[in-house]
């Protein structure tokens, strides 16, 4: 007979009772669902990452091999490493690393060149050797696609039928059963992952960049050219002709880089070589050689010459130095916050030194006004940074919470704020202290401060009305894609003198050398920059003007690295003429400072 309860029996209910069972319930269900997802996930993750992976396997172990113009070629897709186009040489290697913006590229490096064939094959005629290479290599072009395609595609299927292979193997070593539909799971696990990969195609489609030409990236010894290239064909001339047929190789790429010159730029009226934080580094007789190298016409120098603020750091010596390269390239100097007043008052007495508006000591810090010059058919302003190393307050402090606002206005008080009285958007005129409205200068084709966060100001300060700033201090050049943003182009530079004193004890830490070279075409367009970095090295041997033949480019290595950035086309009048034939006008304070 089955039992009955008795009145005092509790009868089991559905739910918990407690507010303690209730929540270890909840937790448990909570637990158990996402569990399910987890799982749910990681079977996703590996079903996607796997095709991925094994794509990417596919593409680093059958690279498609070819021969163009007798010189053997590797070209490799690449998944997560090295974007873009990119090839290397024994010689360095150059890089073109914004084509799109998915991180997949290719990358090309000659196979066992024989630099003697090379240099038979080259006869004499390198740009139409060069000529020649492209076209050949432009007529494989399909079947280099199709083989990375291929790669690709087949990389793919083995990732999926591994994915489904780990997938089974843990379903029965659970002791589940096999799914009734299976078929249908792994076509819906295909279909997914060939939507992932038209998704990935198509955004490398919409992210393409028609303008990938414009930055590129040297390194190496090809790096080393662009900063030596008449030295290197001189040490070329002189050494073995193993040597010698090597500097084949680097006629060839300066040809490449020729032809990209042609087809992406008019023809370069002068040029403008920009320096930043020398801080009494001996680099002087460098800029000197790179100057001439380049056949740079101007200097524009966004300050910090010395280290404490002192006169008399600038010795006979060090100002030797400067003279020696401005007696033949005239330079625009600006003071930064190392500089004091007697700093810029000494720079002026340089010869070729154009410096910039005035610093000059008030009774809480110092005040500083901005100078124009006409330079070569180019309106270039200049504004020193109010700071000085040991001032009073906020003028000697590192605390950028102190100093940005003291930066931001000093340039407002210089550049003149807009009268209240004028119409929303007039930026024409600015108003000093006595109030009445003076003309601005329209346009202004390089304003030249220390700080980027002046240049900040500056582009807040005169709306429209200035093409480029250069700026320093931070000792670290921007990257290339920060350098152009519409019409506007902002170079920050890096320490040109490696960061001077401060970092004596740093060796190899320190900072690199860095400057740029930028180009102007005869309709005043800024047309490209180089920007240079030399990588500090204890041993590294610096050439210049009557050094050894050991003392060569090749010392570098890979410690030399120059990008060259097009400048897309600017808002410029179309009457406007530059050139060197213009000369250099005396510089004049800003309307309405005093």
């Not at 994915?163 to 193997?169: E, L, V």
């Not at 060090?318 to 190392?338: C, D, F, K, Q, R």
Request: charged share 20%; net charge negative.
């Amino acid at each position: 007979m089955a039992r009955t309860p008795d009145d005092g029996d509790q009868l089991s209910l559905p739910f918990p009772t407690s507010r303690t069972a209730r929540a270890r319930h909840a937790a448990r269900r909570a637990g158990a669902v996402l569990g399910r997802v987890l799982q749910g996930a990681v079977r996703w993750l590996l079903r996607l990452v796997l095709p991925l992976l094994a794509a990417a396997a596919m593409l680093q172990a059958f690279p498609y091999h070819a021969t163009v113009q007798g010189v053997p070629f590797e070209v490799q897709g690449t998944l997560f490493t090295r974007p873009g186009l990119s090839a290397d040489t024994t010689l360095g290697s150059w890089e073109f690393p914004d084509v799109s913006g998915v991180p997949f590229g290719v990358h090309v490096s000659p196979e066992d060149v024989d630099v003697l064939e090379l240099t038979r094959l080259a006869d004499g005629d390198l740009p139409g050797f060069v000529e020649r290479l492209q076209a050949d290599f432009a007529a494989q072009l399909p079947r280099i696609a199709a083989w990375l395609v291929a790669e690709f595609l087949l990389g793919l299927a083995i990732g999926l039928t591994a994915a489904a292979a780990i997938n089974m193997s843990v379903r029965y070593l659970r002791g589940r059963p096999r799914r009734e539909h299976e078929l249908r799971y792994r076509a819906l696990e295909a279909g997914v992952a060939v939507l992932v990969t038209v998704a990935v195609a198509a955004y490398g489609v919409l992210t393409y960049n028609p303008d990938w030409v414009r930055d590129s990236r040297l390194t190496g010894t090809l790096a080393a050219a662009q900063l030596f290239p008449d030295q290197l064909s001189a040490y070329y001339s002189q050494q073995s002709k193993a040597l010698d047929v090597l500097g084949s190789v680097v006629g060839i790429q300066a040809a490449l880089q020729a032809q990209i010159e042609d087809d992406q730029t008019p023809e370069t009226a002068l040029r403008i070589m920009y320096v930043s934080d020398m801080h009494l580094a001996a680099n002087w007789p460098l800029v000197g050689q790179y100057a001439t190298n380049y056949d740079v016409d101007l200097i524009i120098n966004t300050g910090d010459e010395s280290a404490f603020g002192t006169e008399l750091e600038l010795t006979p010596t060090y100002l030797a130095s400067i003279a020696a390269v401005t007696s033949t390239t005239p330079m625009l100097w600006i003071p930064g916050n190392h500089d004091s007043p007697a700093t810029a008052t000494v720079m002026a007495t340089v010869p070729g030194v154009t410096v910039l508006g005035t610093k000059t000591a008030t009774a809480d810090g110092y005040r500083v006004t901005a100078g124009v010059v006409q330079a070569y058919g180019l309106t270039i302003a200049g504004l020193g940074d109010p700071r000085v190393y040991g001032g009073p307050g906020p003028y000697g402090s590192d605390d950028t919470a102190v100093t940005e606002p003291l930066e931001r206005e000093s340039v407002a008080d210089a550049v003149g704020r807009p009268d209240e009285d004028e119409e929303d958007g007039d930026t024409t005129s600015s108003a000093p202290a006595d109030g009445a409205a003076v003309e601005r200068p329209d346009p202004i084709d390089v304003f030249a401060v220390h700080e980027p966060v002046q240049a900040e100001a500056v582009h807040e300060e005169l709306p429209g009305l200035v093409r480029q700033t250069v700026s320093g201090h931070v000792h670290a050049q921007n990257d290339s894609a920060d350098i152009q943003d519409d019409d506007t182009i902002d170079l920050v530079e890096g320490s040109t003198g490696a960061g001077g004193l401060d970092n004596i004890v740093r060796g190899t830490e320190r900072p690199p050398v860095e400057f740029s070279i930028g180009s102007v075409g005869a309709d005043c367009q800024f047309t490209r920059v180089i920007r240079f970095s030399i990588a500090p090295k204890a041993d590294a041997a610096i050439l210049v003007e009557g050094a050894t033949s050991g003392d060569t480019p090749q010392a570098y290595g890979d410690d030399v690295t120059a990008s060259t950035v097009y400048f897309r086309p600017q808002d410029v009048e179309p009457d406007r003429t530059c050139g060197t034939q213009l000369g250099i006008g005396t510089e004049q304070p800003w309307p309405g400072s005093g």
